[in-house]
């Protein structure tokens, strides 16, 4: 298969590139500088000259905070992107998946969300991201959207100073005698490794539609540290943060634990539990 990943250099697109490559497929990788997904004539030309049969598009404005002070950017970028990449796999009869998040929930639920829940952002990112979704499924016949959570890979990532959650804890820990951890916001930490390989598994069904992809379980962000630690024998004092000790800038779910429903029920679910994913991501980094 020929298949185009947009957003090739990003932590998640280096993955997806390297995933269907090891698959035999044909990869078109394509970053900012090859194509401007806000440009319809500029996504028509790019596309047109590969001719992809398949779409991944992970391209987004995913800093939380820049999207919530240009919400105008983040429109133009996570939803009139997918609308054009979108359109342009509708006439070219391609298949596409868009990648989105978690923060298309508000996190009052408050056990893991179901493909069928109500989505209700809090924030630009989850509302300019649920656009991208609505546009997507409205417009491509054969499309893929998947919600992942709290992803971290081995690509540095731009958007937070090249640097996942992961590295972040273990960088502090070298640096400092003691961490505070918010443990009141609940999420599920996800390998990019897995999420590519789970967008190479769809793209060979014609399972089309709305799925969670996730590691499986869940976890506050202090007790991710605290696994961190443990898995790589980090000596360090990791203490519970007191409540609103880190306020945030922006308003965000504390509860976006993500059930991948849909991928099982078709049988497709590629995910291991998230402490697995993050051993194999450990191992691979060493």
């Keep these: 298969m020929k298949v185009a990943v947009l957003g090739s250099n990003g932590q998640l697109g280096s993955d997806v590139c390297a995933a269907f490559l090891q698959n035999g497929d044909q990869v078109i990788g394509l970053t900012h500088s090859d194509i401007e997904v806000t440009s319809p004539s500029a996504v028509n030309e790019v596309l047109a000259a590969s001719m992809p ?3 991944v598009n992970t391209a987004a404005m995913h800093h939380v905070e820049k999207c919530e002070a240009d919400p105008l950017a983040a429109f133009q970028g996570n939803a009139l992107g997918a609308k054009y990449v979108a359109q342009w796999a509708q006439q070219a009869g391609a298949a596409i998946a868009y990648v989105s998040t978690d923060y298309v929930f508000d996190g009052k639920k408050g056990a893991p969300y179901l493909e069928s829940d109500a989505a209700v952002p809090l924030n630009t990112y989850g509302i300019t991201k649920l656009a991208g979704e609505h546009y997507t499924a409205a417009i491509a016949p054969k ?35 003691e961490l505070r951890v918010v443990d ?9 490794a897995q999420i ?13 539609g709305l799925y969670h992809g996730t590691a499986e379980g869940s976890c506050s962000w202090y007790e991710f540290a605290d696994e961190i630690f443990r898995a790589t024998g980090t000596k360090i004092r990791l203490e519970k943060a007191r409540p609103g000790e880190f306020p945030a800038k922006v308003s965000r779910p504390k509860y976006s634990v993500l059930e991948n429903h849909a991928l099982k029920a078709a049988q497709l679910n590629v995910f291991t539990d998230w402490r697995d994913g993050l051993e194999g991501y450990l191992r691979a980094r060493t």
Aim: one cysteine or more.
């Design 53 to 55: 049969e398949l779409i």
């Design 143 to 177: 499309y893929f959207v998947l919600r992942v959570s709290a992803i971290y890979g081995h690509q540095p990532c731009r958007a937070k100073g090249g640097l996942n959650f992961v590295e972040m804890m273990l960088k502090l820990s070298r640096e400092r005698d």
């Design 184 to 192: 009141d916001e609940f999420v599920t930490p996800t390998p990019t």
């Design 196 to 208: 590519a390989e789970q967008l190479v598994a769809l793209s060979r069904s014609t399972h089309y």
